[in-house]
């Protein structure tokens, strides 16, 4: 039963254009924005912040010069000089902007991820374990000087691999992390309802 003297039920709707439908009209936007930003997966920011690490490693440095030399020319300078790290950096061109619009429509491409991953973990880990075994390893852990912190002590010799590899082989080990979980996780929801 409506109250005549009800404020609400009386009020007149705004008039069509008018500075009061539109400001209700920008708060209904602001609302379903935030609505379907609840309800995001954690994976989608993690795995846009994947693709920022394959940019970054495609951009970054491939080949780490000796402490007091250059790179002598025609030396490996970044990923984009090869093959593989032309084809990670437009992989994560393309992943970015896949991600950054799965935020909104809350659906994700996985192939863009799963290959670029696949391919940072070929040539990062590769390139981190390459690192470990080379000469200049051996020169930076033994270059620190007698007296040094322990974390300059032991930073010393990974400080020696190229950041690039890095990067692409931290992004590419949480992709396939975000992946495995992702796998379980459905596998253990499907138990779950096969039980019932």
């Not at 209700?24 to 309800?39: D, F, K, N, T, Y």
């Not at 002598?72 to 992989?91: K, P, V």
């Not at 799965?102 to 491409?109: D, Q």
């Not at 002590?153 to 692409?168: D, E, N, R, T, V």
């Amino acid at each position: 039963m409506s109250d005549a003297n009800d404020p609400i039920e009386n009020e007149a709707a705004p008039a069509p254009g008018s500075a009061e439908a539109l400001m209700q009209e920008a708060e209904m936007g602001r609302r379903r924005a935030v609505a379907a930003m609840s309800q995001v997966h954690k994976e989608h920011f993690a795995l846009l912040f994947a693709h920022c690490f394959f940019l970054a490693g495609s951009l970054a440095a491939w080949n780490r010069a000796e402490p007091g030399a250059t790179a002598s020319s025609g030396a490996l300078l970044h990923g984009l000089d090869t093959i593989r790290g032309a084809a990670i950096f437009a992989l994560a061109l393309y992943g970015f902007w896949v991600s950054a619009i799965g935020l909104y429509t809350r659906r994700t491409v996985v192939w863009p991820f799963l290959l670029n991953a696949l391919l940072a973990l070929w040539v990062g880990l590769g390139g981190v374990i390459d690192g470990f075994k080379a000469e200049a390893f051996g020169k930076a852990m033994d270059s620190v000087p007698a007296g040094s912190s322990y974390l300059a002590k032991y930073l010393a010799g990974p400080g020696s691999i190229a950041p690039g590899f890095w990067m692409l082989a931290a992004a590419g080990v949480l992709v396939i992390f975000l992946i495995i979980k992702g796998i379980l996780g459905g596998a253990s929801k499907s138990k779950a309802r096969a039980s019932k």
